[in-house]
């Protein structure tokens, strides 16, 4: 990733098993602890520009999350009632992204992986997310499909 004046990222070689509080994080792998350093420093003068490449990927995609079971999605986000700053918390293993790009899905899992976590998108044009632990709502203005050119 090329963000602001640095460059970051080793691949990993080996596969490994990453998973979070929402269940398993597929088809990414990437290591810098550079990266994750500068990402948790507030002071350091890329950090804004890492929240900010990392809440786009988390927002600007057609991924769709979905549950094994209906009743795997909490209620507050199946009804879009969470209240600010307060996170419902997902059963582990139940939430899935699909998407008909594996380049989008291994976005999307990138900023999941460094706490941006794309939730749903419901009926009213709103996408929800969990930034570092708080759920946020944006409204959706338009939706540019994804291609290689984009």
């Given at each position: 990733m090329s963000i602001g004046a640095y460059e970051y990222g080793d691949e990993i070689k080996s596969k490994i098993n990453l998973k979070d509080t929402y269940g398993n994080i597929t088809n990414?792998?990437?290591?810098d602890p550079l990266f994750?350093?500068?990402a948790n420093n507030p002071s350091h003068d890329n950090?804004?520009?890492i929240k900010l490449y990392l809440n786009c990927l988390s927002l600007c995609h057609t991924v769709i999350a979905q549950y094994n079971d209906p009743k795997d999605v909490p209620p507050a986000i199946n009804?879009?009632?969470?209240?600010?700053?307060?996170?419902?918390?997902?059963i582990?293993?139940?939430l899935i992204y699909q998407s008909s790009s594996p380049d989008?899905?291994?976005?999307?899992n990138a900023a999941r992986y460094f706490n941006y976590v794309f939730l749903k998108r419901d009926i009213s044009n709103n996408i929800y997310i969990v930034?570092?632990?708080?759920?946020?709502k944006y409204e959706i203005l338009h939706i540019i499909e994804y291609t290689s050119e984009r």
């Open positions: 990414f792998l990437f290591d994750t350093e500068h950090s804004k520009n009804e879009g009632l969470l209240e600010d700053n307060e996170v419902e918390m997902v582990p293993d139940k989008e899905l291994a976005l999307v930034e570092n632990g708080v759920e946020v």
